[in-house]
């Protein structure tokens, strides 16, 4: 039972390059998030999407986009990379509302 | 405008004793609040949590106690071990509201002391 996986662990971008960091459950969850944490700031909520289908903007949106291509699947893409996108990027996923997340292991970033 | 705040970023203690960690939020629609405790290089995994229609949970050396009057939740480790050491993040969330966030502090980094 692998949880939440996360792909690529590292990544150094150019500015101006775009990725997308892919995340997947197990676990039959139906909502599934993107957190980055950053030095003294906590984790905080990019995008999240509490069901198939639906997606929907968190504290700190801008720059990034997402697709909940199935269930299972919930992923985050950098269209133009930045500096300031240098983090170490989360998914989670969560049954339902009264019950915690379930993390993956992260995706550290650098873009330089 | 941060909703769940840990004022503390470190907290050392000396193994054996008791630690406590303190967590303070001002939505008053939070009602379900969790404790997450985080090692270098790994995701954040779930310690605890509690909800709003209790006042304290507990399992194993691990207590949460919630003061909804005052806003405020801490948690307790008896004793301190040296696998404790790690970063704890206080995280709350409404379980009647719409929308499906839970709200993370900003984390305090505890040092267990040999």
């Known amino acids: 039972n692998a949880g939440v996986t996360q792909t690529p662990k590292f990544q150094v971008l150019k500015t101006g390059q775009s990725m997308t960091l892919q995340c997947a459950q197990d676990m039959n969850h139906n909502s599934m998030y993107w957190y980055r944490q950053d030095p003294g700031m906590g984790l905080r909520l990019i995008y999240y999407?509490?069901?198939?289908?639906?997606?929907d903007k968190g504290e700190v949106p801008n720059g990034y986009n997402v697709s909940r291509l199935n269930k299972r699947e919930f992923s985050l893409r950098l269209e133009s990379a930045a500096p300031s996108q240098t983090s170490v990027y989360f998914c989670?996923?969560?049954?339902?509302?009264?019950?915690?997340?379930?993390f993956g292991s992260g995706t550290r970033l650098t873009v330089v | 405008d941060q909703q769940v705040k840990q004022n503390s970023p470190s907290l050392s203690v000396q193994e054996g004793r008791i630690s406590i960690l303190n967590c303070d939020y001002t939505n008053s629609m939070f009602d379900y609040f969790l404790w997450y405790k985080k090692y270098p290089a790994e995701g954040p995994t779930f310690l605890i949590s509690?909800?709003?229609?209790?006042d304290k949970n507990e399992d194993g050396r691990f207590t949460v106690f919630l003061n909804k009057s005052a806003k405020h939740l801490s948690l307790h480790i008896v004793p301190s071990q040296p696998g404790d050491s790690a970063v704890y993040f206080c995280a709350a969330s409404a379980f009647g509201n719409r929308d499906d966030k839970i709200i993370f502090g900003k984390g305090t980094r505890l040092h267990i002391l040999p």
């Open positions: 999407s509490a069901s198939e289908g639906t997606t």
């Open positions: 989670a996923s969560r049954r339902d509302r009264g019950t915690g997340y379930t």
């Open positions: 509690i909800s709003s229609i209790k």
